[in-house]
């Protein structure tokens, strides 16, 4: 029983993982939360949805068609919005996609309306098939999926930014952007260039969040907290703490959910506030030095 | 004939200076804290908007060309302090730059050679490394952008004399292969030694300019105070 909820909570801390996934990379490069996050997947998600129902084609197909026109949606993202509100302080650029995140919401909700959707018609059996494991222990065929897609992804990620010279670039420019400036790096680019990337990862969590379950034109919001929260205990900025904070918050509501029906979310928060609360201890009661631990450990 | 031409018309810290540097000069910026030097580099390299004036490179004006252009140009800058990417190894430092900047013949090998300190470094983390070590990277990282003109910032600052030896050693072997090189050095009779040329700053003008044999400690000390204003025909107006 409990080893079940903690594989259970461990696979669902991989859909965490995934969906704070782009939300960690942006930060860790831009120091820029953004707050459109959650409504941006649940955006690449109604992309996804309408090219798989439009051409009647698999939501993994879609998915690749839907890919470029979101990372040229984040490259336009940071040139037009994220550029100017970075170049005005740390507030803006919080200011700026939390205004994004009411627009986008409210756009989808013009669009699409009210009615809710789910990828999850268009996959078959792999929405609800499962292998049976010894001690009536059943792993979903999705759920295990989404778990290793976010290993991968996060583990490509940071190949990506270990060994190639666009990942040493975006390291470069996130450790000191005008020094990098100074070495040739093109840090305008750079940034368009990791926004364009973190927005595909976006792209990825959106279609598995409408295939394992539905979503609405405001189901944006949820996603960003579980996002924030799994980001925040695993260390802001680092891509593996993320995957760490992701299973942490996944186990812990499912163990949750085992004591009381409503623990699930409480269990979860309870988690969240606790790490927060060490943090800051640890940090000596400074809020500098809280700000200065959550970034301790960038990527 | 190559020609490096800058001219400033910076407020407050740089103040309307003028001077050119030949293809092949070392040219040693020297003057009291304040006096303008590091504001006057991040000027050429780009890091730092004039407010008048303009910066000419190779006849053309670079002056609204940004920084990471400038490199691409073929002008690098050392900064002060360093400022390296110390959450990356030395070798990334290295690579970051020679990806960025404009193509040549300075290797990760090369940079190797000059430095030799760096060969059992490479895969250390450059925030680990001692100061000597941090400011090798640091003139590496710059020569990987195949420079033109480098810009050395204050190469000594923090570091014991004996590391300062070797850097400027070192530094002997770049000089060697033909750069162009502006650097600014607070140690006097070093910048005199290794100059080919000296400008003296005080409070953003130039107050003093000559070759380097042709200008004595005692006149380069007097403008560097601002005792009595020194110069040669090449001063600037003031």
């Known amino acids: 029983m409990w080893v079940d909820q903690i594989l259970q909570g461990v696979l669902l801390g991989g859909y965490y993982a995934l969906i704070a996934c782009g939300l960690s990379f942006m930060f860790g490069v831009m120091r820029i939360i953004n707050l459109a996050h959650g409504s941006i997947a649940v955006l690449a998600a109604y992309l996804v949805w309408m090219v798989a129902e439009q051409w009647k084609i698999s939501p993994f197909l879609a998915l690749v068609a839907v890919l470029p026109v979101m990372a040229a949606a984040g490259w336009l993202l940071q040139r037009t919005v994220l550029e100017r509100s970075l170049r005005s302080g740390a507030l803006t650029p919080l200011l700026s996609t939390f205004g994004l995140a009411i627009v986008l919401d409210n756009l989808m909700f013009e669009r699409f309306g009210a009615d809710t959707r789910s990828l999850a018609p268009n996959i078959g059996d792999l929405a609800f098939n499962s292998w049976s494991l010894p001690g009536g222990i059943t792993v979903g065929y999705l759920a295990l999926l989404t778990f290793v897609v976010a290993v991968a992804l996060l583990g490509g990620l940071a190949l990506f930014l270990d060994r190639t010279k666009l990942g040493r670039s975006i390291r470069a420019t996130a450790e000191d952007a005008d020094t990098a400036e100074l070495v040739g790096v093109d840090s305008r680019r750079v940034y368009a260039a990791a926004t364009a990337i973190a927005l595909m990862t976006v792209a990825i969590a959106g279609t598995f969040l409408a295939m394992r379950a539905t979503f609405d034109p405001y189901a944006g919001s949820t996603q960003l907290i579980f996002a924030f929260e799994a980001i925040v205990i695993g260390g802001a900025g680092s891509l593996w703490g993320t995957l760490v904070g992701g299973i942490v918050l996944g186990v812990a509501q499912n163990l949750g959910s085992q004591i009381s029906p409503q623990g699930f979310l409480i269990a979860g928060h309870t988690v969240f506030l606790a790490i927060l609360g060490a943090r800051f201890l640890l940090a000596g009661r400074d809020p500098r030095a809280l700000v200065h631990a959550l970034r301790r450990k960038s990527a | ?238």
């Not at chain 2, 200076?17 to 003057?31: D, K, Q, R, T």
């Not at chain 2, 204050?154 to 650097?183: F, H």
Request: with cysteine.
């Open chain 2, 1 to 238: 004939m190559e020609h490096l031409d800058a001219r400033h018309g910076l407020l407050q810290a740089v103040r309307d200076v003028s001077f050119a540097v030949p293809e092949g000069e070392i040219l040693a910026l020297v003057g009291a804290n304040g006096a303008g030097k590091t504001t006057l580099l991040r000027t050429i390299a780009g890091a730092h908007r004039q407010t008048a004036g303009r910066v000419l490179f190779d006849g053309s004006d670079v002056s609204a060309v940004r920084a990471n252009r400038r490199v691409g140009l073929g002008i690098a800058l050392v900064p002060e302090g360093r400022r390296l990417f110390g959450g990356m190894t030395v070798e990334e430092n290295l690579l970051v730059a020679g990806a960025s900047g404009r193509a040549g013949r300075w290797t990760v090998d090369r940079v190797l050679e000059v430095f030799p300190m760096l060969r059992p470094r490479l895969k250390l983390s450059s925030g680990k490394l001692s100061g000597g070590e941090q400011q090798a990277t640091a003139i590496g990282r710059a020569l990987m952008t195949n420079p033109r003109v480098l810009l050395l910032d204050e190469v000594s600052l923090g570091l014991a004399p004996i590391v300062v030896d070797r850097v400027y050693d070192s530094l002997q072997a770049v000089i060697a292969a033909g750069a162009t090189i502006v650097l600014v050095e607070q140690d006097l009779g070093r910048a005199l030694r290794i100059a080919t040329r000296v400008v003296c700053m005080l409070e953003g003008r130039v107050v003093l300019e000559g070759t380097a044999a042709g200008v004595t400690r005692e006149q380069v000390t007097q403008a560097y105070f601002g005792l009595r204003r020194a110069g040669e025909s090449g001063s600037s107006p003031t």
